[in-house]
């Protein structure tokens, strides 16, 4: 168990007896637990005082000063930190004393070395479903308001303005930003924010919906509506009456449904398919979006009376390249919650691997920051992140465009080729995408594709 995590867990053993010490060290050693000695309270209190353990071990008759007095001492100035006492004589009283003043437990000698490794076991365990409840506790507390939107940056600020002013009105909200920006994210955070905050945040993904399921999935349905309809069922705006309905994708909510989407928002009613009645709905709507509706108005796959009911309060994300002002204190916090989650209590990054987070373009926005900060907190030996920990993609050689032998007018041939290169890959070959991200028009895009021959 201990060899599992790359950082050896260390006991710290302080025992009089030389047999007894020696014999517990070895055999730890041998389990991947890393072990230092005391034979006395007075060393024993010198070590604690460096703090540099994760479970302390101690007799509670030692010379100098009591097993008590090192757990007071454990308990008061290193509370994360474990401690296990060893009573000589099975002496129920100084048990149960060493349990109540905080000890994990205790082991009476004479012990086996199998007993010993359970209880070691036992304490580490405990200790990383601790964590976790600490991970779960921050999560909801972070419920509370956007303090887990990490952002610094004028355009993130921009942003938490925004979601200030609109949490406590019922205005539609769209949010838009690239995949990865944290749209979900802002979404949870105006619910929470707001005074239907203890009420449901109902999520629609717009793409993941078949179309010839929308219908029934938002208004629901009555007993006998189509084949298959077998009981009556509500639908997402009944399950969300009073709360919160998140419609992510919204540019991909089929063009037959937009009118009836429309009437909804308008009357601020429905009726389940095959039913008669309108059930009114108290609904606050938020749309995200990846796609641009003012394209899709224009290419008539949006209807517009939809876009103007839709776009009343806009807040865009700015794609993570735009503001790489966050991006050490994204990697800061991402690296805190993942040390925590997977118990790496000492890492950090190397030099060359921070350049390489700082300098790279991030498609994949913040999630993609996230996952690479994830993998290489897994990867990472020494509790250090180096380069090799991270995705090649991030690790590799920027645009290999500054080289010896080219003028300047090479160099900035070849850096604009692979720029382009570049955003057709990120933007999936899509054009009006890649030129969107180009900050060109599509036609300029095409003249340079063509001249560069690129694929
Ligand atoms: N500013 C931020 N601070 C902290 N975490 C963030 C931030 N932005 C995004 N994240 C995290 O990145 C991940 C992606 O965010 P989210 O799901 O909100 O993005 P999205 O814009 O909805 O993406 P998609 O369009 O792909 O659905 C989530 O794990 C989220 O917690
Ligand atoms: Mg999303």
Known sequence: MAEKSAIKRHILIIED???????????????????????????????????????????????????????????NQYPDKGIILITAYADVKDAVQAIKKGAFDYIAKPFSNEELLITIERFFKFQSLENEVTLLRETLKNKEGFADIIGVSPEMKLVFDRITSVAKTDVPVLIEGESGTGKELVANAIHNLSSRKDKPFVKIN?????????????????RGAFTGATETRKGKFEYANGGTIFFDEIGDIPLVLQPKLLR???????????????????????????????????????????????????????????????????????LKYYMKK??????????????????????????????????????????????????????????????????????????????????????????????RRLGISRKVLWKKIKDYEIE
């Open 264 to 334: 909804v928002i308008e009357d601020h009613a429905i009726t389940r398919l095959g039913g008669n009645a309108t059930i009114a709905v108290d609904v606050r709507i938020i749309y995200a979006t990846s796609k641009n509706l003012k394209e899709l108005v224009k290419e008539g796959r949006f209807r517009e009376e939809l876009f103007y009911r839709i776009n009343v309060v806009p807040i865009q994300l700015p794609p993570l390249r735009k503001r790489v002002e966050d991006i050490p204190y994204l990697i800061d916090h991402f």
């Open 342 to 435: 997977y118990d790496k209590p000492e890492l950090r990054i190397s030099q060359e691997a921070y350049q390489a987070l700082l300098s790279y373009h991030w498609p994949g926005n913040v999630r993609e920051l996230k996952h690479a900060i994830e993998r290489a907190a897994v990867l990472s030996k020494d509790g250090v992140i180096t380069l090799s920990d991270l995705p090649e993609e991030i690790s590799g050689p920027g645009i290999p465009c500054i080289s010896e032998g080219y003028t300047l007018e090479e160099s900035l041939r070849c850096f604009e080729r692979e720029m382009i290169r570049r955003a057709l890959k990120d933007a999936g070959g899509k054009k009006t995408e890649a030129a």
């Open 206 to 222: 717009c793409a993941a919906i078949p179309e010839h399921l929308f219908e029934s999935e938002l208004f629901g349905h009555e």
């Open 17 to 75: 007896e030389p047999s007894l010490r020696l014999g517990m060290k070895h055999f730890l050693s041998t389990q991947g637990y890393r072990v230092s000695l005391c034979a006395d309270g007075a060393e024993g209190m010198e070590a604690i005082k460096k703090g540099d353990f994760d479970l302390v071990i101690t007799d509670i008759r030692l010379p100098h000063c009591s097993g008590f007095e090192i757990l007071d001492i454990v308990k």
